[in-house]
T-cell receptor, first 115, second 115 residues
């Protein structure tokens, strides 16, 4: 069974630009969550989707947005990039509904560098 | 508010010796607890979880963890460390009964196993 896939794996953008990251969950998983990982702030929750609906959102500015499609694939978008947005963005998928006891499986991440 | 503490930034152990990586948590209600491992330039890999039942949980690669409700701890253990266990370990928690998969992560503990 294929794991969680994320594209692209690496990305370099300039301040002020926008970026879209993609995540394909494990087949059959309908819950997708996004996390940002930085050396200073660690792992922080961005958002969670289930059945194309955002179920929860972390404390990030409105420049960060996401969506989920009917095939459970998810995208996140960051507009007006800032240097502080440089991070590893991790996607995770899970069986069951939001709040179930199932564990999340993470993709390899997208390394975003903003210059 | 939910929180996780990993009091040690780094744990050093000799190959063949037992290892312990500490984790304490704070959550309202009963917790779902997880351990993940991260190798350089990779995503997080699920090791084990505690949902309910037996306080000793066994996971992948010979790891186990002991849930202690009175001490609100969930320490990760392995009887005999391998050099290949060297990696960054994260403890995570969320409250059971909530309609979300959002995980709160600790700051991570770097495990260094010397040959």
């Amino acid at each position: 069974k294929a794991g969680v896939t994320q594209t692209p794996r690496y990305l370099i953008k300039t301040r002020g630009q926008q970026v879209t990251l993609s995540c394909s969950p494990i087949s059959g998983h309908r819950s997708v969550s996004w996390y940002q990982q930085t050396p200073g702030q660690g792992l922080q929750f961005l958002f969670e989707y289930f059945s194309e609906t955002q179920r929860n959102k972390g404390n990030f500015p409105g420049r960060f947005s996401g969506r989920q499609f009917s095939n459970s694939r998810s995208e996140m978008n960051v507009s007006t990039l800032e240097l502080g947005d440089s991070a590893l963005y991790l996607c995770a998928s899970s069986r069951g509904t939001s709040g179930s006891s199932y564990e999340q499986y993470f993709g390899p991440g997208t390394r975003l560098t903003v210059t | 508010a939910q929180s996780v503490a990993q009091p040690e930034d780094q744990v050093n152990v000799a190959e063949g010796n037992p290892l312990t990586v500490k984790c304490t948590y704070s959550v309202s209600g009963n917790p779902y607890l997880f351990w993940y491992v991260q190798y350089p330039n990779r995503g997080l890999q699920f090791l084990l979880k505690y949902i309910t039942g037996d306080n000793l949980v066994k996971g992948s690669y010979g790891f186990e963890a002991e849930f202690n409700k009175s001490q609100t701890s969930f320490h990760l253990k392995k009887p005999s460390a391998l050099v290949s266990d060297s990696a960054l370990y994260f403890c995570a928690v969320r409250a059971s009964g909530g309609a979300t998969n959002k995980l709160i992560f600790g700051t991570g503990t770097l495990l260094a196993v010397q040959p």
